[in-house]
């Protein structure tokens, strides 16, 4: 489309969507906020003055600023990589991000029966991989040796290596030639046919498309998401191990709860202390980690009061979208590839596409496509890694067209993907139509600075009005009225938290706004799983880690690389679970 190009209601439909508003939006304040506190007021007052639909003009501009944000995303330089967060903790925050929250991405409006939540298991609980456990979702589960049930978490097996170039010296499984067990489950589509006509189309070498076994899919979106959840699928399996090597336990719903238990704590404390620490401004910090040495719950009293609180819009929809602007266009993914590996290709890896419609869907990865995640995540000795992008107004070139998405995620809505702007527009046009609070409002709710109208609209380098690309012109500029200025007054939540962090702390963390509503969320999640731990918790974890229990990414990833550990002297006998 066009910079100049209007949002055409008899082309996209717009009042398909706004006819939904009516499905029920939960709010951190628990109660609607007035008319000025919800985003798209100002923007209503200019369609009434021009005798336009108001929705056709918020759509419009909400347009041009996704396009904007892509144009400015193409602005690649020194300062363009964040040397606080690591590129690892992009996809950590979506693993978090789908523990929590369980929504239709490709419905702008968020149409759903009543009965639907916005979330699965707001709980921090690895219900994303456990979904409930093998008595619930047996299919994701395998049985170990000597197994009376199942416990374990399904494990996949690479292809072997594709890559046919000179031998690197690498001691990362990516460098072997033979297939290991370091991918997500499959399941191959064509024996579920019951009938010629039902069988899936193969690809030119004859291989069938697959499904993950996983407990949810959108787990395997991307090379390095899926890699992520291959490692929490290792740990798990490692630590069954452990507590069968430690007692005289065998191998099944036992064994399972007691991995569980441990895995889902550790996770706990990355969250906590290694996700947390490394995306909030250093002071939300330090006020969290004071509240929590009083043993004071500071954050989402209303969450703490009412356990079946859904999440709040601010939070699922606004500030837990922040990865997509932290996401690099290419990344090394390991020693062996050549070259780095864009990413289009990195969220295409496995599935066909509008890029290469004849790759068949599903298959495994070969092994020179496996992620070296030491490359991805912060060190104790401070050894190099892959830096994710600094936090600000600016989305990689791939997640603006749409070439990098599932045929899936395009159906209905590719016209909106390829002609309108992509993930930055879905995620802007969403929390307009689901009636989303504009920053101003959560400001003054939180009780933090807003930034100034000069902040907002920013100087020739940066804000609403200028462009990081000088040779570039602004989408908002060539509107035919002034979208700048209504956007100052009246600015949506997503990409002024954007812009807070740039302003506030230059991109390296987020800001005020951005850091409270994620806090107030994960904090009081945090705080009410600690309220009642399981019985014999620490007992295990001092059996399983000793006095070294993995805290961070880097920690899990040692763990499950290093050998076994010995049987323990003074092991228990069987352990009844609370």
């Known amino acids: 489309m066009a910079h100049g190009a209007s949002f055409s209601s008899r082309t996209y439909g717009y009042n398909e969507p706004v006819q939904q508003l009516m499905s029920p939006v939960f709010y951190l304040s628990g109660e609607t906020p007035p008319t000025e506190g919800i985003f798209g007021w100002r923007l209503g007052m200019e369609a009434e003055r021009r005798g336009k639909p108001k929705a056709e003009l918020v759509l419009e501009v909400l347009q041009r600023l996704a396009r904007k944000m ?3 995303g193409m602005f690649v330089g020194p300062d363009s990589n964040n040397p606080d967060v690591p590129a690892g903790y992009t996809y950590l925050g979506q693993l978090i991000a789908h523990d929590v929250i369980f929504n239709n991405t490709a419905d702008l409006a968020g149409q759903r029966e009543e009965h639907e939540r916005p979330f699965a298991s707001p709980a921090l609980d690895l219900d994303c991989l456990y979904r409930g456990g093998p008595e619930r979702s047996p299919i994701i589960y395998a049985w170990a040796k000597d197994a009376d049930e199942r416990c374990l978490l399904r494990m996949g097996k690479t292809s072997g290596r594709a890559y046919r170039g000179p031998d690197t010296g690498s001691k990362h499984p990516s460098a072997s030639a033979d297939p290991v067990a370091m991918d997500l489950p499959g399941l191959s589509l064509c024996p579920e046919a019951t009938s010629s006509s039902e069988v899936p189309e193969k690809d030119p070498q004859g291989r069938c498309p697959a499904d993950r076994l996983i407990g949810d899919p959108r787990n395997d979106n991307n090379l390095i998401l899926s890699q992520i959840c291959v490692l929490f699928h290792r740990f798990h399996n490692k630590v069954c191990a452990e507590v069968a090597g430690q007692s005289d336990i065998r191998p099944g719903k036992e064994v399972f709860e007691i991995a569980r238990m441990v895995v889902i704590d550790t996770y706990r404390h990355i969250v906590r202390n290694d996700y947390l620490s490394h995306i909030l401004e250093p002071r939300t910090w330090m006020v969290q980690q004071k509240a929590q040495a009083r043993g004071e719950h500071f954050y989402a009293k209303r969450l703490a009061i009412d356990p079946t609180t859904p999440l709040p819009s601010e939070f699922w929809l606004g500030a837990m979208r922040i990865g997509h602007a932290m996401a690099q266009p290419v990344y090394e993914i390991n020693g062996v590839q050549p070259q780095p590996v864009s990413l289009a290709t990195v969220m295409s890896f496995r599935r066909a596409n509008v890029h290469n419609p004849q790759n068949v869907a599903g298959q ?22 892959i ?48 009636g989303l609070p504009n920053s101003q409002y959560l400001a003054a709710m939180f009780g933090v600075p807003h930034l100034s109208r000069s902040e907002l609209i920013g100087d020739d380098r940066s804000g609403l009005r200028g462009m990081y690309g000088a040779s570039i012109k602004n989408p908002l500029q060539e509107a035919d009225f002034d979208a700048i200025g209504a956007l100052a007054d009246d600015t949506p939540l997503e990409w002024y938290l954007l812009r807070e962090a740039e302003v506030q702390n230059g991109g390296r963390r987020l800001g005020a706004l951005g850091s409270a509503i994620i806090a107030d969320i994960l904090f009081s999640l945090l705080d009410r799983a600690a309220e009642q731990p399981p019985r014999q918790l620490g007992f295990w974890k001092r059996q399983i880690f000793g006095e070294t229990h993995p805290a961070t990414m880097r920690g899990i990833i040692r763990y499950v690389d290093a050998e076994h550990t010995e049987r323990r002297a003074g092991r228990p006998g069987s352990q009844t679970m609370a």
């Open 364 to 385: 495994p990865v070969t092994n020179d496509w496996l992620v070296d995640l030491d490359r991805f995540f912060a060190a104790d000795d401070h050894e190099p890694v």
């Open 70 to 72: 892509a144009l400015d």
């Open 387 to 434: 830096a994710s992008r600094r936090i600000r107004p600016a989305i990689a070139r791939a997640l603006y067209s749409g070439k990098s998405l599932q045929p899936a995620d395009l159906e209905g809505v590719r016209s909106l993907y390829e002609r309108l702007g992509g993930v930055p527009f879905r995620d802007l046009a969403r929390g307009y139509l689901r």
